[in-house]
């Protein structure tokens, strides 16, 4: 199995930027895509965005699309999320997670889970 860990979280006035982290250990490989997906009170868990096991086809929500960075390390078995110019809207629980297809990934089928980071963003 996979571990993963996510930090980073925390309040941040509406237009500032927050780094979110998500190590994982355990049989983590380069090819898995990693990803990011949040949920807010009361709502459903939603995509935020993801990243192929070679780092090169980011992809986006078009609700962070613009505004959120996702890169990866793969020496150190870690995926980041840049968050900038931050909305109320954006406030939420960020979970991390793992699988090998992209597509999977994508459409919230993934075999692995952290365990989140909360984000609150003051407006």
């Known amino acids: 199995q996979v571990q993963l860990v996510e930090s980073g979280g925390g309040l941040v006035q509406a237009g500032g930027s927050l780094r979110l982290s998500c190590a994982a250990s355990g049989r983590t490989f380069s090819s898995y895509t990693m990803g990011w997906f949040r949920q807010a009170p009361g709502k459903e868990r939603e995509f935020v965005s993801a990243?192929?096991?070679?780092?090169?086809?980011?992809y986006y929500s078009d609700s962070v699309k613009g505004r959120f960075i996702i890169s990866r390390d793969n020496a150190k078995d870690t995926v980041y999320l840049q968050m900038m110019r931050l909305k109320s809207e954006d406030t939420a629980v960020y979970y991390c997670a793992a699988h090998p297809i992209f597509l999977r990934l994508v459409q919230g089928n993934c075999d692995y889970w952290g365990q989140g980071t909360q984000v609150t963003v003051s407006s």
């Open positions: 990243i192929t096991g070679g780092g090169g086809t980011p």
